[in-house]
Nanobody, 115 residues
């Protein structure tokens, strides 16, 4: 079982920025696509962004395109999500996981965007 430990969330005003991190214990981290998901209150968990094993390809949900940037450090076995120009509707618990090797969800990191 792979450990996924998300961090970096917090309370931020609209227009602000946060950088999320997801540290893993995944021994073959560099071989797998990684992804960020989020779950807003009362809603289903949704895919926010993913990044290929080498970092050369990424996907973004339409709602975050142009504002969020996913990246990874294969040496540190960590995936990041830089979130800029945050909106109230970005409020959610953010999780990382391995799309093609799904693991038990971590505790997530809470992001609250509010004035």
């Amino acid at each position: 079982q792979v450990q996924l430990v998300e961090s970096g969330g917090g309370l931020v005003q609209p227009g602000g920025s946060l950088r999320l991190s997801c540290a893993t214990s995944f021994s073959v981290f560099s071989s797998y696509t990684m992804a960020w998901y989020r779950q807003a209150p009362g809603k289903q968990r949704e895919l926010v962004a993913d990044i290929s094993s080498s970092g050369g390809r990424s996907y973004y949900a339409e709602s975050v395109k142009g504002r969020f940037t996913i990246s990874r450090d294969n040496v540190k076995k960590t995936v990041y999500l830089q979130m800029n120009d945050l909106k109230v509707e970005d409020t959610a618990v953010y999780y990382c996981n391995i799309p093609n090797f799904s693991q038990p969800w971590g505790q997530g990191t809470q992001v609250i965007v509010s004035s």
